[in-house]
């Protein structure tokens, strides 16, 4: 069983920075494959970013594309979205999902992925 936990959301303005954070436990990192998604009211759940287990490949949405940055902690077996130039827009609650694979196998479907945390509000005001 991975159980993960995000943290970082707020309100922010925009054009402002944010890091959001999904703690892992149960599972290394090393083992997991891991997107984030968001999801704004009355929208469906979107691709945010992913990446693979170890590492070597990561994925964005267009949208956030050369603005978000996804990375790791091996040590705090943490997953981290770093937010630059946030904007009205990218207001939503942020999910981590992650799903036990080796390899460099990342997707953009959600329902590829079998672990959810609870999700974490962002809030960019204009």
């Known amino acids: 069983q991975v159980l993960l936990v995000e943290s970082g959301g707020g309100l922010v303005q925009a054009g402002d920075s944010l890091r959001l954070s999904c703690a892992a436990s149960g599972r290394t990192l090393s083992s997991l494959s891991m997107g984030w998604f968001r999801q704004a009211p009355g929208k469906e759940r979107e691709f945010v970013a992913a990446?693979?287990?170890?590492?070597?490949?990561?994925d964005y949405a267009d949208s956030v594309e050369g603005r978000f940055t996804i990375s790791r902690d091996n040590a705090k077996n943490t997953w981290y979205l770093q937010m630059n130039s946030v904007k009205p827009e990218d207001t939503a609650l942020y999910y981590c999902?992650?799903?036990?694979?080796?390899?460099?196998?990342?997707?953009?479907?959600?329902?590829?992925?079998?672990?959810w945390g609870q999700g974490t509000q962002v809030t960019v005001s204009s």
């Open positions: 990446i693979s287990s170890g590492a070597s490949r990561t």
């Open positions: 999902a992650a799903r036990l694979r080796f390899g460099t196998a990342i997707r953009r479907d959600s329902s590829w992925y079998n672990y």
